[in-house]
């Protein structure tokens, strides 16, 4: 029978963090994030040039199988991928926030849908900490939610400017100011520019998107549940992890 875990998050050095190497699914991680992929999204302005070059964290993003202290099985659309927990494992939830959170190269995952017009506006952003920072960078279409006929973008990212569109973006956030976002980029009509490796997405940011913070928290994993494992192949093949984000739970539970 799958056990329900609780994990303590640890504190410990942050590293940096794309959607290369990814076990991907196409999971609303605005339902999350990465939900991005995690419910998730994001914004803000600044010099492209400002923001240094990380490389992806790999990672496999889905549905918990099956868990126990020592291993998580996830189930991905190209099938279920054993992950290996490490000691010092650290977990994460997300937390309400705002706009005015994303500072100079903050990291960023946004959920956007395109418009007729042909602009992707943001449903979602969500603001990753520096050590999860490359998390399924790139910007992919996701499987479009039940009821619905317009499929959701998942983007990660850096913002270098802002614009004016919206789809699922995670990247980093450059702005003018190197600590906020300025007042005249909040109101209605905000547009953010996200980049990734291999392109560049421009996102309108209305009023009413979601922003959560991706924070250290302790999480009870279930099976059913929606999440990304950022992960680390060992020399005999094996993944690992210590760093764990609860994208969507299954069922509520207290």
């Known amino acids: ?14 590293s940096k963090s794309s959607m290369k190497g990814h ?4 999971y609303p991680l605005a339902r999350l994030l990465f939900v991005c992929l995690f419910s998730v999204a994001s914004g803000s ?3 492209w040039a400002q923001v240094k070059d990380v490389p992806p ?6 549905k918990v199988e099956a868990v126990t202290s020592n291993s998580v099985e996830i189930q991905t659309k190209s099938g279920v991928v054993h992950v290996e927990i490490e000691h010092q494992l650290t977990t994460y939830r997300q937390v309400p926030s705002n706009l005015s959170h994303v500072t100079t190269n903050s990291y960023v995952g946004i959920v956007s849908v395109k418009q007729e017009d042909g602009k992707e506006v943001a449903k ?33 990212g850096s913002v270098s400017r802002p614009v004016s569109n919206s789809r699922m973006t995670n990247g980093t956030v450059l702005k003018g100011d190197p600590n906020a976002v300025p007042a005249s980029a909040k109101g209605p009509g905000t547009t953010l520019v996200v980049r990734y490796q291999d392109g560049a997405q421009a996102i309108s940011v209305p009023p009413n998107a979601t922003v ?22 060992q020399p005999n093949g094996t993944l690992t992890t210590n760093k764990i984000l609860l994208i969507a739970v299954a069922t509520p539970r207290n």
């Open 45 to 47: 302005v600044a010099v």
């Open 23 to 26: 076990h991907f699914m196409k």
């Open 212 to 233: 959560t913070d991706v924070a250290p928290e302790k999480v009870t994993l279930g099976a059913g549940d929606t999440i990304y494992a950022a992960t680390t192949e």
């Open 1 to 14: 029978m799958t056990e329900l875990l609780e994990f303590v998050p640890e504190s410990g050095a942050r």
């Open 57 to 62: 964290i790999p990672g496999v993003i889905g």
């Open 124 to 156: 979602s952003i969500t603001i990753f900490p520096p050590e999860l920072r490359g998390a399924a960078e790139g910007s992919v279409l996701m499987d479009a939610a039940p009821g619905e006929t317009r499929h959701n973008r998942m983007t990660n």
